[in-house]
């Protein structure tokens, strides 16, 4: 089974620092891409930050130059680096990977691309 694990969350005061990681675990054959979203207390969840076909990474306007989304392919990990913290980034932060899988069905290799959702870590960003 395919699993997303985040982790590095807390909290920390305003203008601190916080890595997130995302690690994925299972059947996996190669990393298609790995994104981070956030949903803060009663709002509607939000992408963060999110990696492109053509490698490249596009982030909210509220993060850009704060924050940095780094994919370790070999590790099957993603990263948040998270700078000069504001008290509205608190939110539980969840990491979205879209992974090619492999399954061994009757002696035959299947490649099936499929999304998956972590189940999030909380930031809580206050003095």
């Known amino acids: 089974q395919v699993q997303l694990v985040e982790s590095g969350g807390g909290l920390v005061q305003p203008g601190g620092s916080l890595r997130l990681s995302c690690a994925a675990s299972?059947?996996?054959?190669?990393?298609?891409?790995m994104n981070w979203y956030r949903q803060a207390p009663g709002k509607q969840r939000e992408l963060v930050a999110h990696?492109?076909?053509?490698?490249?990474?596009n982030y909210a306007d509220s993060v850009k130059g704060r924050f940095t989304l780094s994919v370790d392919n070999a590790k099957k990990t993603a990263y948040l680096q998270m700078n000069s913290l504001k008290p509205e980034d608190t939110a539980v932060y969840y990491c979205?990977?879209?992974?090619?899988?492999?399954?061994?069905?009757?002696?035959?290799?299947?490649?099936?691309?499929?999304?998956?959702w972590g189940n999030g870590t909380l930031v809580t960003v206050s003095s």
């Open positions: 979205y990977a879209d992974l090619q899988i492999v399954t061994l069905e009757h002696g035959t290799s299947y490649y099936r691309i499929r999304d998956y």
């Open positions: 299972g059947n996996i054959f190669s990393v298609q891409a």
């Open positions: 990696t492109t076909t053509d490698g490249t990474t």
